[in-house]
Structure formats: C-alpha cells, structure tokens
C-alpha cells in the first residue's frame, strides 16, 4: 500500500537504509533529478554530496545530522541540486527518521522543485527595489491612499511640491488639499474614479503656505487591493503661460485684422498659412477650394515679378530677422493687376516668412507720372496717425498732411484735438471716443474735423489701441479717410428717397381719396333712397297707416340712418388712419383686462349669442397702442356677431407664441366666407355678394388690417362657407 502511494505522490520522494544508502525513489523523483533508481542507488555517498551546490552543501549536512540525532523532523529546508542534463535548480527537502524498535535505520526525503517560486521572489526583490529607487528620486510627486481618500505614503517630491513633510501628509485626506471650492467636483471625481478604475487631468490642490497650484494627474485604483495610486506635475506655470500666449496671439491677431495693410504668412513650400482680413477681401478670390493652406506664394504674383519675389525670400532666410522689402504685382479679377508693396522677414522660431504689404497701385501710377520714387510706403491711400495716450501726435504719413494741410513737422508733438477739431462737433462725442478706447476698445466711426486752412470735411476715421508687453495701452493707431463727397451723395440719394416716398403717399392719398368719393356716392344712395320713400309715405299715408305700418316705416327709417352713420363713421377712421397717419401711441396695458372689456360690450347687444373670452397667455402687461386693439377686436367681434345670424357661440383667445407675438383669435361658427372672397375680404368697402342681405359698410377689416399693421402685425383669417371663420391677429409681443 505504501509503494502505491509514494509511486503516485506528485512530490520527489527517496527512502534511506542508514547502512545500504538509497534503496527507493519515486517516478516523480526520477523526473525532477534525470537520474534513475539504479543510477542514485549506485553513487557513493561523496558522489550524492557533488549533486547539492557547494554553498548549500554545508547548512544542508547540518541540519540533516542535527535533526536526526534528535529524532526529529527536518521541514522545508531550500537549497540547489546539480541536475543530471547540467542544470541546477531550487528545491525544497523534508526529511523525517523512521524508527524502528527505537533505533533510526530508515529515513524518508520529501523533495519539492521550487526553482519558480525562487525566480518570482527574485522578481518581485528586483521589482521593489526599482519601485522604491523610483519612489524616491522621481521628480514626479507619487501619493499613495486607501479607499477613504487618506493618503498612506507619499514620496519626497510630493512634500516638496505641497511644502509638508512626510509626517504631514501621511493621514491627510484628498479633500484636506482640495480648495473649498472645488470640493464637489473632486468628491464626484473620487466616485468616477472608483468605478472607471483610472483617471487623469487637471486639479487644483492647496499647498502648505496658502498657495492654490494646478497639477497634471494620473491615478490608477487598487493598484493594490485597497491601495490607489497618483502620479503628480505641477503645471501652474505652464497653464499660465499658455494662458498668457493665447491673450498676446489674440491681442497680435486684433491688430493685424484692423490693419490697412496686408498681413501674410509662408512656409518654407511656399504654401500660405495664415492671411488677415484685409487680404482675404482683396485676394481671397485667389484661394483653391480645399483652403488657403493649399495656396502656393507664385499663383498671386504677376509672373514676371516671381523671380523678384524668390529672390526677396531667399535673402529674408539668409538675414534671418532682418526685414527686405521688394514690389509687386498681384492679379485683380477684372483681369489686370496691382502694384504693391512687400516687407520680408524670416522669423527665428518657425520655418516661416511673415510679409506685410501695401496697395500702393495708385502712388506707382503717381510715381511714374512725376518721377516720385521710394515713396510708395509712404504714400498710403488713407490718412494714417500714431498718437499717445496724452492724444500728442508722435507720428504721420503723407496722406494725413494732404488730407489736414499739415506738415508732418506741424503735426507731431501737437495735440490732435488742436490741430483737427471741429467746433461743430459736441464735446460729449469726443468724451465717448475717449472713454471707449482708453477702455481697451477699437472706435469706428464719422466725425467732422477741420483743415489747417479751417475748412471743415467729414472723415471716417478707426482708432485701434496699442498695448505693451504688460497689456498697457501705451498709443493709438487712427487710419483716416475724407468721405464728404460720400455723405453729399448719400444725403442727395436720401432726400430723393423722402421725395419719392412723399410723392407716393400723394398718390395714393389722392387715389384714396377718390376711392371714397366714389364708394359714398354710391353706397348713400340706397340708404337716401329709402329715407326719402319712408317720409314720403308717412307724409301721404300717414291719417290712414295703423300703427304698425307707421312703427315700420320709422324703423325703416331708422336703420338707413345707423348704416348711413356707420359708413361714416368708418370711412373717418379709414380716412383718419390712411390720410394722416395718427401717431402710433404704445403704452404698457392688460392686453387681458381689455380682451374681457370688449367681449362684455358685444355680449351685451346680443341675446342669442354665447361670447366667451379664453386667456391662453402668460404675460400680463404689454405695450399696444389701446385705440388700435380696440377698434381691432370691436370691428372683429361685431363682424362674428353679424355673420353669425342663427346665434351660437363666438370666441375670443388670447395666445403668445414663442418666437414673441401676441395672437388673438375670433372664432365663429355662422355663414363662413367664399374661397374666392379671402383674398379681397381687407380691401376697402369690398362686400361679398352672398352678405348683401346683412348691413355693412365694406370697410370694418380694412380698418383693423390699418390697425394691425400699424404694430406691425399680421393677420390672415381660416374660413369654410357655412361653417364658420377664425380670424388671426398676430403683434409683436413687447412684455412691459
């Protein structure tokens, strides 16, 4: 039973007679050594000592001698075999002495290949001791915490870095270093982080003396189980460098974009990679469909002049820093081209040509012409002016002396407002100018300014700040230009727009007018007609009518005189509104209140009507001129009151929609209007035929469409013959 069990044990195991040596060994210990029962059985005993190493030879003997002469039991002593295939490995032997009667003859030996257990140690020795030696000299701060944000190690760059030591920040929570602030988000981060397992980004953290700083993390969690790991840089200073650099690029970019001038950059292909605004209006024609970066230098100049352009170039490289100016042409749409001016510069820090240039096409044509030369630069189309914050001219071009009369030696060092003030023009303008760009502001606008001679002209004129290195705004650049002619031809073209406007309105008063003339003179002969036919029968007939007869024709009478009335009264207002244009008088009001007022007034004209007001809007005070939405809604609820001649219900609602307007609705369900009559329902004394046998003047929704479009609404109305109409007001929603 016993060699059964030892042949199958997954250990080495050997048995040994104190006087014959090894007597048994296992097939598993045949596998781990190489060597065979029969092999091992025949080696002398220095011949086994050879197959231990040297240097574990020695505590092994001690051990195996002490143990067995105590009668004990040998456990888990390690040492090295020499393999039979050359090869040395660890193993692991437990040895114990059989007795017999008392006396130790036999001894068993437990043996255990440990050789990968040795080299994982051997790893994880290495790995800690690079851990550690990275722990300590990184100059990255490395923080340890538990799963409660309570940091159980840190390395000498963290305390260096938050200004505590060891002591210190070992059992201080994440929180404890989280500015007060930023207390929320850093808890909601510790949650993610939790379930996300990494996290990394920007963080602000407090250090020892006050200090607030900003560092770069990276945090892995259960690095070890229960153990969370932070890698930390302070990046306070780089953040606000780059901070600083976009303010500067910004600041640099307003300044080229309110440029006269052409601001572009090259690369070292050829290839454009930046332009300013003025280019781009002026030769952004020019640019490829797939973007300016795809636009090559020598397809914008005139290919004469590429030569000259290479050579300007090749000599900005070779003097990097140092400005080389060269003239050419550019290609115009209409097909010739433009002189212009260049300046060159190789920048030292990227591979790059930054050139500015003029559109000096007209001073060349001058130049030519009188023998002008190098003057191109200085001869700018508009009036250009440097001036400081005290408003002292430090500097002028040409243009400005031919547009003030001033010389440039007159010019500089005086004050601008001296030189160019105009008297006409209010002291409170130049104290808005003022405040605005000593605000950091650029101005743009029209002003009136005097010549040395005194003359005066309008000039448009833009002020653009300059600031320092510190952002202080040390000059003012002011580019002039003389737009009196401008202005005369505006003015001209608006007074000829009032004229043609004034003579439209006469026109159309005129027709109106006639329109009116004719629509009474007309429309009074009905209602005339029947008066005179009543009076004449009551006069003739009177002695013999009953009462009745007399009761009807005076009532007869008395229903042409309302329609006479009310055609009047109507043909007023329209008159009133379309001649001369009452003044529109908008004042805050309860759209509601007056809604209610108005159905209240119809109702009570009315008993077999049912009139209802429904308020759908949240607003409560809005400015509407109060005599125009009352004719509006008077005129539309009498309209549904009329043609509603069976009774019923006529609603009234008051609605907004979101895109700010007021809309009112009046809905009824009476006769309902032809489709062929919509379009014509809102012209003046326009009357269905199908309504002829109800009284009206034509002129009631040409009155509210007046009033309507006086707030600058609109209205339109939904109507199907014999089912009803809904008319549609909609006005401009102003909440007071």
């Given at each position: ?17 104190l006087?014959r040596?090894?007597?048994y ?10 060597y065979?029962l ?11 000592a ?22 004990e039991l ?6 090295r075999?020499?393999?039979k ?9 437990r040895?114990a002495?059989i007795?017999?009667t ?16 040795k ?8 790995n ?30 963290a ?27 850093g ?5 993610d ?10 963080y ?6 006050g ?8 945090a892995?969690?259960?690095i070890?189980p229960g ?12 953040i606000?460098l780059?901070e600083n650099?976009?303010?500067n ?6 300044l ?7 601001v572009?950059?090259i ?11 003025r ?5 952004g ?10 636009l090559?230098?020598?397809?914008t100049?005139?290919?004469e002049?590429i ?5 300007a ?13 060269v ?7 209409e097909?010739?081209?433009r ?7 190789a ?12 559109d000096?096409?007209e ?34 071009n040409?243009?400005f ?16 407002g ?13 104290k ?30 833009m ?15 002011a580019?002039k230009?003389?737009v009196?002619?401008?202005?005369r ?14 003579f439209a309105?006469e ?24 008066i ?16 009745e ?8 009478i008395?229903r042409q ?5 009310d ?11 379309e ?15 007056l ?10 004209t009315?008993?077999?009507?049912d009139?209802?007001?429904?308020n759908?809007?949240?607003?409560e005070?809005?400015l509407?001129?109060e005599?125009?939405?009352s ?19 006529i ?16 809905i009824d ?8 009559d ?9 009357r ?7 009284q ?12 309507v ?16 109409s809904?008319?549609?007001?909609e ?6």
């Open positions: 039973v016993w060699r059964l069990i030892l042949d199958n044990s997954p250990n080495a195991v050997a048995l040994i007679n006087e040596g090894i007597y060994i296992n097939p598993a210990a045949e596998a781990l050594l190489g065979s029969e092999e091992i059985s025949h080696m002398q005993p220095d011949e086994l050879e197959l231990v190493h040297p240097e574990d030879l020695p505590t092994l003997r001690e051990k195996l001698n002490g143990h067995l002469q105590a009668l040998l456990e888990q002593l390690e040492f075999l020499r393999l295939d050359g090869g040395t490995a660890w193993f692991e032997i040895c002495p007795r017999m008392g006396d130790v003859l036999q001894i068993i030996c437990i043996v255990r290949n440990i050789e990968a257990e080299q994982v140690q051997a790893a994880n020795v290495n800690e001791a690079k851990f550690s030696a990275i722990f300590e000299h990184t100059q990255d701060a490395i923080l340890l915490s538990n799963n409660d944000a309570i940091y159980t190690d840190v390395n000498p760059a305390c260096e870095m938050l200004g505590y030591t060891r002591e210190e920040l070992i059992g201080k929570t994440v929180w404890d270093l989280t500015p007060a602030e930023h207390q929320d988000a808890k909601q981060a510790w949650d982080f939790a379930v996300v397992g990494n996290l990394s980004g920007y602000p953290l407090l250090c020892k003396d200090r607030q700083i900003i560092v770069d993390y990276r892995v969690y259960d070890l153990m969370h790991f932070s890698v930390l840089r302070d990046v306070t200073e780089h606000q780059e650099f976009r303010t690029e910004a600041r640099l970019r307003s080229l974009e309110s440029q006269t001038a052409y572009v950059r690369n070292d292909e050829g290839h454009f990679t930046y332009a300013n605004q280019y781009l209006e002026h030769y024609w020019l640019i490829p469909p797939d973007g300016l970066n795809h090559n230098v020598s397809a100049v005139y290919p002049d030569p000259a352009m290479m050579a170039g090749g000599q900005a490289i070779t003097n990097r820093g140092k400005p080389v100016q003239v050419l042409r550019k290609p115009a749409p097909g010739n081209y002189w212009t001016l260049w300046e060159f510069v920048l030292d820090t990227v591979r790059e040509i930054q050139c500015i240039g003029f000096i096409t001073l060349h044509h001058a130049q030519e012409q009188i023998n002008l030369q190098n003057t191109a630069l200085e001869a700018a189309a508009n009036a250009i002016a440097i001036i400081d914050r005290e408003s002292v001219v430090v500097w002028v040409p243009a002396t031919t547009l003030t009369g001033y010389s440039r030696d007159e010019a500089i060092g005086q004050r601008i001296d030189l160019q003030r105009s008297p006409q023009q209010a002291p409170e303008f130049y808005n100018l003022w405040e605005t760009i000593l605000a950091g502001e650029s101005w743009s606008g029209t002003l009136e300014n005097r010549r040395k001679d005194g003359s005066t002209y309008i000039e448009e004129q002020i653009t700040p300059v600031r320092d290195g510190h952002d202080n705004i040390t000059h003012f650049i580019v230009q003389d009196s002619q401008r202005e031809n505006e003015k001209m073209q608006q007074d000829y727009e009032r004229l043609k406007d004034s309105k026109r159309k008063q005129n027709a109106l007018v006639q329109q009116i003339i004719s629509a009474l003179s007309h429309d009074l002969r009905t209602p005339l007609s029947v005179q036919s009543s009076k004449d029968k009551i006069q003739r007939y009177y002695p013999r009518m009953t009462d007869q007399r009761t009807q024709a005076m009532d007869a008395d005189v309302k329609f006479t009335v055609l009047l009264e109507d043909t007023v207002q329209l008159a009133r509104g001649l001369t244009e009452r003044e529109f008088q908008p004042r805050p009001l309860n759209l509601s209140i809604c209610q007022v108005s159905v209240d007034e119809i109702a009570s009315t008993t077999i009507h009139l209802r007001f429904e759908l809007a949240t607003f005070a809005v509407v001129d005599l125009l939405v004719r509006i809604l008077l005129n539309l609820l009498s309209n549904a009151l009329k043609y509603s001649p069976d009774g019923g219900e609603r009234l609602e008051l609605d907004e929609r979101e895109d700010c307007w007021i809309v009112l609705r009046v369900f009476g006769l309902g209007i032809r489709k062929e919509l379009e014509n329902i809102f012209n003046p004394f326009f269905s035929p199908d309504v002829h046998a109800i009206g003047t034509g002129l009631g929704l040409s009155i509210v469409k007046d009033c479009e006086r707030h600058n609404g609109r209205i339109h109305v939904e109507s199907e013959l014999g089912k009803g809904t008319f549609i007001v006005l401009p929603l102003s909440v007071q």
